[in-house]
């Protein structure tokens, strides 16, 4: 039976960054609190007095938006990996762009909403359709706040790629990557769960 040196170094595990595995812990909460208004949604639905509404054409166009969003953003950090600093720069503002985009187009989708006679006040249906698309927009603009942070280093500290960067810019990508495919889900469960 071979025994360990206890003065051998040990060698290094393929490790998950603390910091990318709290994230993905706080992805855990974020999926359990849209699932919970999900299964309260249909829930509520079922009582009866649930107004039927159609979905306004701007949440289509936001939803290719924020899948653009991500496809740039991805782009960008490919560059910033591979020392194509103009691509990552250029990539990396677009993708800013298109998260803006995507929350504006929101609004005027809530605002259509609202002139077809769909308010917060007026059915539970249209609280809900408030209450979990704004929920989502929120967590849009802590994104956009931390792609605004990466525009920062981006321009404002010398173009090297270091470790502490990479994850830096690679906690920014999740995050926008999880809150894409959220909308995916949202924008599914309410097309289809009328």
């Avoid at 166009?61 to 496809?71: A, E, F, K, M």
């Avoid at 993708?95 to 985009?101: A, D, E, K, P, R």
């Amino acid at each position: 039976m071979e025994v360990a040196d206890i003065n051998k170094p040990l060698t290094h595990r393929n490790k998950i960054h603390p910091k990318l595995f709290a994230l993905w812990i706080s992805f855990a909460s974020i999926i359990m609190m849209f699932g919970a208004l999900t299964s309260a949604y249909i829930v509520k639905s079922a009582a009866g007095n649930w107004l039927e509404y159609q979905l306004p054409t701007q949440f289509f166009y936001s939803t290719g938006v924020i899948l653009l969003c991500s496809l740039t953003l991805h782009i960008s950090f490919s560059s910033f990996v591979k020392e194509k600093e103009w691509m990552y720069k250029s990539m990396l503002l677009l993708s800013f762009v298109l998260g803006i985009s995507f929350v504006v187009i929101q609004y005027y989708g809530w605002q259509s909403l609202y002139a077809h006679g769909v308010d917060l006040k007026a059915s539970i249906s249209g609280s809900f359709m408030y209450l979990i698309t704004g929920l989502h927009a929120i967590h849009i603009l802590a994104g956009v706040t931390a792609m605004v942070v990466a525009i920062i280093h981006a321009f404002s500290l010398p173009f090297v790629v270091t470790e502490k960067r990479k994850l830096r810019f690679r906690l920014v990508c999740h995050y926008w990557h999880f809150v894409d495919f959220l909308w995916i889900y949202l924008f599914g469960f309410l097309m289809f769960y009328k």
